[in-house]
């Protein structure tokens, strides 16, 4: 479908698309390693914490974000600053986000449940705002640092590789943290693991900051002077701008099939992990423990080598919109292969779904973020400037991260419901069987309706570049 080369000027040196690579990883990799320690807060050998306290813990911090999220990506458009409007947020947001992680998981099985119950949830708050400081910033800046339609999909396709590492090195965390031989407890294990991967967040966060550049903003008219007073007084313009963005109808179907696809995947992330051992191992951890890990590394790696690179290939060749449904679809074949995959008496099984089950995430942030970028084009054609990538970025984020906050905690209401019991060495018949459906139909099903949202998405190649062309010129720009 293409038929436009990339303009030098347009293309991002590698060097910057791996420091954007290395941001992305962050922001896969403390999502994934909270995933681990809350099934560990909620297993026998761990620190057997009620389901549903665990999934309020990582859920109601997420309703932050309703808030600190919009005014993050307020703060970030209309920031002045010789480093940039991006950076020096990125920079911050990735200090603080590590030394609060360390501190978040300093606790001890030990304590009283509603002690653990109460610290947890105080720290995961303020692990939110952190990474709302640098997640948002980071977003916005990818938006900004091309203006190609190909090149913006070449960029988060990478990014996106990059970010797969985390997925392929965090599910081992379920062979490392019950190895007696490395840590005496699970509880100890969360605790240094913690540790190590504070130093990471901060080491691989800052690079972004450092290395990364968007567009030139010195210019930039309509912005206002950041203050915290003035940021207080702007509560009511800040979601003026949430109402102009959310009347762009591309960005709302965006927002909605990315909720629809993440979220109907999140609320059965954990259930693979209790399916492969309780179903396929009878509960016996030591058994399985290769192969919870194996799974999602597996799928992360295929993803990223082989699916992403496909779905680039697709978005070249028929648009972003048909790559999205296309890529969708092959993703529902792939969670049905998943009833005949977890067969306890094939283990090798566990890795036919893969193949296809990849294309799902694969395509959701290379082809989402993206588009969302061409977005950002069509809002400043139709409202001026200041360009709104920080807001479109915040709002796109929040949905994700609000909706991940529900599926949590959905996800442990379900387990509750269908009879999974934290504290017992095995599961009954009845529950295994709920969580095994559950956990093909609902993504399955959201999946599907997420297609039906993208199906008459308008924002086609033609019409961005004819975007571009209308904004270059009213720019003054050659």
């Keep these: 479908m293409s038929h436009q080369n990339t303009a030098s000027r347009d293309k991002v040196p590698i ?47 997420r309703l932050f974000d309703a808030i600190t999220d919009p005014v993050m990506g307020y703060v970030s458009d209309n920031t002045s600053s010789r480093f940039g409007r991006r950076r020096p947020y990125i920079f911050i947001g990735a200090i603080f986000t590590g030394i609060i992680f360390v501190i978040l998981w300093q606790v001890y099985d030990t304590n009283p449940e509603m002690y653990n119950f109460w610290y947890l ?25 091309t203006s190609d339609y190909n090149e913006r999909t070449r960029l988060m396709s990478f990014a996106n590789t990059i970010g797969q590492v985390a997925w392929m090195l965090v599910p081992f965390l379920y062979v490392l ?94 259930f693979g992990v209790f399916i492969i051992n309780f179903y396929m191992f009878d509960g016996d951890w030591g058994a399985s423990k290769w192969w919870v890990a194996l799974f999602p590394a597996v799928t992360a790696a295929y993803t990223a080598f082989i699916a992403i690179p496909i779905i680039n290939w697709m978005a070249n060749k028929f648009g ?23 067969d306890p008496e094939n283990h090798y099984m566990i890795f036919l779904p893969i193949p296809l089950m990849a294309f799902g995430m694969g395509c959701l942030f290379t082809l989402m973020m993206s588009m969302t970028a061409d977005v950002c084009d069509l809002d400043e054609l139709e409202n001026g400037m200041p360009r709104k990538e920080g807001t479109f970025g915040a709002i796109y984020w929040w949905m994700i991260k609000v ?76």
């Design 15 to 61: 060097g910057q698309k791996a420091a954007f690579g290395a941001g992305h990883l962050i922001n896969n990799l403390v999502p994934g390693i909270l995933g681990v320690f809350v099934v560990i807060l909620k297993s026998a050998d761990g620190f057997g914490m009620d389901t549903v306290l665990a999934g309020l813990i990582v859920g109601i911090p």
């Design 320 to 342: 972003k919109r048909k790559a999205f449904i296309y890529a969708t679809a092959i993703s529902i074949v792939g969670y049905i292969l998943k009833w005949w995959g977890f």
């Design 403 to 478: 909706g991940q906050g529900i599926a949590l905690v959905f996800s442990g209401i379900i387990l509750k419901v269908l009879g999974y019991d934290p504290t017992a060495s095995t599961q009954t018949a009845e529950a295994l069987t709920g969580m095994r459906i559950t956990d093909i139909a609902l993504p399955a099903l959201t999946a599907a309706l997420a297609i039906w949202v993208m199906w008459k998405y308008t924002l086609t190649e033609d019409r961005a570049r004819e975007i571009k062309a209308i904004l270059v010129k009213r720019r003054g720009e050659l």
């Design 177 to 270: 943290i019950p190895d007696k031989n490395i840590f005496t407890t699970q509880p100890e294990g969360v605790r240094t693991v913690a540790l190590i991967s504070g130093f990471v967040i901060i080491a691989l966060g800052i690079l972004p900051a450092i290395f990364c550049r968007g567009i030139d903003a010195s210019k930039m008219e309509g912005r206002e002077d950041i203050t915290l007073k003035s940021v207080f007084k702007s509560i009511g313009k800040i979601f003026k701008g949430i109402k102009i963005v959310f009347n762009n109808k591309p960005f709302v179907k965006l927002c909605l099939a990315t909720f629809l696809v993440f979220n109907g995947f999140q609320i059965v992330a954990e």
């Design 121 to 145: 949830l105080i720290f995961s708050i303020l692990l939110i705002f952190g990474n709302t400081i640098f997640s948002t910033p980071l977003i916005a800046l990818g938006y900004e640092m």
